[in-house]
């Protein structure tokens, strides 16, 4: 059977610039065609990098994200848009704000739904993700519960877009940028590890020594509910893009 493809780099930087140029060629490609490019995106710290280069080849002149449409894979509830925490905020501030892109062709979760308009806001959310052709291309960090999106453990396989109950782990390394974590929100909307599996291509970046033990538990442990990135041993189109820390327990 096929095998997701591990690349190792010498730093994060060159991780994120590879996969940085990987997205490039894709969005020309499509540009040359006049196609869309429809981008899964992630929030934290691991994809700044990514990011930050694609801005600067954007800025060089000859990337545009005009045709590119992307829908981010989670959101936490009850954080209005303009919160500093929002995943609103963190990709208008890293990414959006610095290259063409259309506000209209951007999509993040709605934090603030009322809870009885949480289902059928995601089963659109996953229609609006079909309509626009699917995911070519889903970038993923990973947590250390070994969650993908905020598929926390017991997320099954097939799972959709959906309200999720955040893992004390995750809420703990989210504490310092809340203030604390009795800020951190208990609630997420996600997309499910069925959506992010369904993409064309999967691109899981991972840095540092702390991401070690878990990067391991998905490449090499059992594929379990209990680790959902192990999910991706399955997924031949996964590509994981590791620092030599991260890779450090391979
Ligand atoms: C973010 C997301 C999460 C993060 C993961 C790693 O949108 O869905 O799965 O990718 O928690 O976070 P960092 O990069 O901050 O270590």
Known sequence: ??????????????????????????????????????????????????????IRLH???????????????????????GHPESYWTFMWDNLFSKIDILEANVNIPDGTLAPDDVEEYCETYERKILQAGGLDLQVLGIGRTGHIGFNEPGSVKDSPTRLVVLNEVTREDAAPTFGGSNNVPREAITMGCGTILRARKISLLAFGKKKAGIVRAAIHGEISDQVPASYLQKAPHTTFYLDREAASEL
């Open 1 to 54: 059977m096929q095998q997701p493809a591990i690349n190792i780099y010498d730093t994060p930087e060159i991780a994120s610039a590879t996969l940085a140029g990987v997205m490039a060629n894709l969005i020309r490609a499509n540009n040359a065609e006049n196609k869309p490019t429809v981008l899964g995106l992630a929030t934290g710290s691991t994809p700044l990098a990514l990011y930050r280069e694609l």
């Open 59 to 81: 800025e060089e002149g000859n990337l545009s994200f005009r045709k590119v449409v992307t829908f981010n894979l989670d959101e936490y509830i009850g954080l209005e848009r």
